[in-house]
């Protein structure tokens, strides 16, 4: 399998630390969306990553896409998430909080990146920045009521998730992750942190444009 993207996208990331967890053999191709836009194309014509080249050449995209198919890979005894029933269920919707916020965090930095300060939206940034808040505000309280090492008891792609996306907002935006306002979310990203399958694929953020 071959593994397309850079380590600090929280999208590639997350399908990266799955991988490690599964120990299944890929090679990495730290492509950037933007240097390397033309080649990443060949695979995904959207030119986003993460892209995972099955070893039969099928390429597959987005990121919650690969995992439901590292998932199927691995076996149901073995998978990150349930195939069906109430964890499954809980575990997809932190994803997707998890994700949300950090799609809006990457939105937020090309804002910053791409447009100059009198070019900014004052509007759009606004908006991004409550999205952001307020989702972290929601994750804080259920990871709060929840305790325990992990979200859904056992380690899953919602802890994965969660970590991969607080790494990225803190490096891109430090001012919108304030550890001792969400603590529940601060010791669960550490936890995840410490763990040996996140120290394999970390790299700190760098864009160019």
Known sequence: MILIGQYDSPFVRRVAVALQHHGLAYEHRPWSVW???ESIAQYNPLRRVPVLVMDDGEALVES????DALDG????????LPPSGEARRAGLRVCALATGFADKAVSLLYEHVLR???HRSPVWVDRCVTQISETLDL?????????????LGAFSHADIAV??????????HPS????????ALAAHAARCEALPVF???VQPLHVAV
């Open 73 to 80: 890979l691995v076996g149901p005894e073995r998978a990150l």
């Open 35 to 37: 240097a390397n836009a």
């Open 176 to 183: 919108l992750f304030d550890p001792a306002r969400r603590p």
């Open 139 to 151: 994750l804080e309280r259920e990871r709060a009521a929840r305790g325990g090492d992990f979200w």
């Open 163 to 172: 970590a991969c996306a607080l790494r990225f907002l803190g490096e891109a």
């Open 64 to 67: 919650a896409a690969i995992l």
């Open 116 to 118: 100059a300060g009198d």
């Open 199 to 201: 120290a394999a694929v």
